[in-house]
């Protein structure tokens, strides 16, 4: 099943030989599972059948791997990914995006739908699970297009796309700008029990005369001569989307929730019973406006004085915020407010990166730096060990309404994740496996890396070095 992966991965991938029946054991690491607040040094048996803690017995052909001083913690899931498959997978597919993902410890994702074509019709979204399922690759549940071709205008049939294995709806980077039809759209996902992701942001602030601010509002923004987003375009539209979904009774999630005034009111709305959730992603967890400038200016002493200074790697939708906002968010992961991490994982061939930080196309890679990303705040003590797992595991299946059954270890996935916490690393083009490299996090050393993944009971990642 894993072969075709095997055939495209770098040297680092491997597809291991389970023991005879497909069994692992993992002995001696330190279990982390949310679902079932467990946090304890145990075993772990592996089957395709899924997982048990502390086996009470051990058949004697399970394959036995040493895994002392490891975290051994259920398959992540990742809420917000892009594929590019079909149409644009010179970036990405469905295979490489796989291989990605399964570096970084994540099992799950859930694609979004700008694809070309999008995925508005039924077909296109059956055979991205297909194709993967097919190959052995990553589990795919997919967003659907929330208006035909994205366009924000007519509403697609929601009940024939979740008939065909659609989870959730979306209009991914194009925000459903129009009030009636936002309506209409959140009235439907109650009616058939759909969940929607909205990328909250006001075009009519953002956009001037057809083009798109490449970067926040700041005075980094001024000093580059170049437009800047004002941050309350997005939580002006996740006000009225708050509004609208307390309205209609649905469920609605905020994908890369960006600021503090956008998740001031997720918080204050959760408080109310509205059924909302939201999402940070590690680049706004880590970043902020500022580190827009490329190193070499910053090592000059010198201010941004053109778009030439900023790095296009840095350049994503939403931008980077403020510190206050950066700072809010690293909050929110504390106390609860935000529900998941999510890496908005949008590849770009390195010539649309090379048109510059204001021509260049919005977005950066994240599958494989994720989990060390968000070990940055277990290690600052900002959050738990735990609740960095919950983040990437139980709290995305409570947003996708799969709570007990992906994510957990009480689940029948068979999809595990092995991590060294202590393991130090470079972010380096040459330690990614995503077709593309547009990292934000080129040049930054991590600390924590996946040494081996386990999808369906079976290992799929494996890292020799």
């Not at 989870?167 to 009636?180: A, E, H, K, N, Y």
């Not at 941004?304 to 968010?329: I, T």
């Amino acid at each position: 099943m894993f072969k075709t992966l095997a055939r495209l991965a770098a040297a680092e991938f491997t597809v291991s030989t389970n023991g005879e029946g497909g069994l692992t054991l993992l002995r001696g690491g330190r279990v982390l599972d949310a679902h079932q607040r467990f946090d304890d040094v145990a075993d772990v048996l592996i089957s395709a059948d899924g997982c048990v803690i502390g086996p009470s017995a051990v058949p004697s052909h399970a394959r036995v791997v040493d895994v002392r001083d490891r975290w051994v913690l259920p398959g992540l899931i990742d809420l917000q990914v892009h594929f590019r498959e079909p149409g644009q997978t010179h970036k990405e597919d469905l295979l490489s995006g796989s291989r990605a993902a399964f570096a970084g410890g994540i099992t799950t994702v859930v694609v979004m739908p700008n694809t070309t074509p999008a995925l508005d019709d039924p077909e296109l979204v059956r055979g991205q699970n297909e194709k993967t399922a097919r190959h052995g690759g990553v589990r795919i549940l997919v967003a659907a297009a929330a208006t035909k071709a994205i366009a924000g205008l007519e509403l697609s049939d929601h009940r024939a796309l979740k008939a065909a294995g659609a989870i959730s709806l979306t209009d991914d980077g194009m925000p459903v700008q129009d009030d009636d039809v936002m309506a209409q759209v959140l009235a439907s996902c109650a009616r058939h029990g759909l969940l929607f992701m909205q990328h909250a942001e006001d075009l009519r602030q953002t956009r001037v005369d057809g083009q798109h601010a490449p970067m926040n509002a700041s005075l980094t923004q001024q000093l580059a001569g170049v437009r800047g987003q004002p941050s309350g375009a997005e939580s002006h539209m996740v006000a009225r989307d708050l509004l609208l979904a307390e309205e209609t009774g649905a469920r609605y999630h905020v994908l890369h929730c960006s600021t503090q005034a956008s998740l001031e009111l997720v918080r204050a709305a959760k408080m109310r019973g509205v059924r909302v959730t939201c999402e940070a992603a590690p680049h706004h967890l880590l970043l902020s406006d500022v580190d827009v400038v490329k190193a070499s200016v910053i090592a000059a002493g010198r201010p941004p004085s053109s778009p030439d200074d900023l790095d296009p790697n840095k350049k994503m939708n939403p931008p980077l915020r403020h510190l206050s906002d950066r700072l809010a968010l690293a909050a929110g992961l504390a106390d609860g407010t935000i529900d998941a991490v999510a890496t908005d994982h949008a590849p770009h061939a390195a010539h649309e990166k090379a048109r510059g930080f204001v021509d260049g196309p919005f977005g950066v890679i994240g599958l494989e730096t994720a989990f060390a990303a968000l070990l940055t705040f277990v290690d600052g003590g900002t959050i738990t060990p735990l609740r960095a797992v919950e983040l990437m595991t139980s709290g995305p299946a409570r947003v996708l309404g799969l709570s007990g059954r992906l994510g957990t270890f009480a689940g029948d996935s068979g999809d595990v994740v092995v991590v060294d916490p202590r393991r130090d690393w470079n972010v380096t083009p040459g330690a990614l496996l995503s077709r593309s490299k547009n990292s934000a996090f080129l040049g930054m050393r991590f600390r924590g890396r996946v040494e081996q993944t386990y999808a369906r009971g079976l290992c799929v990642y494996q890292r020799f070095n």
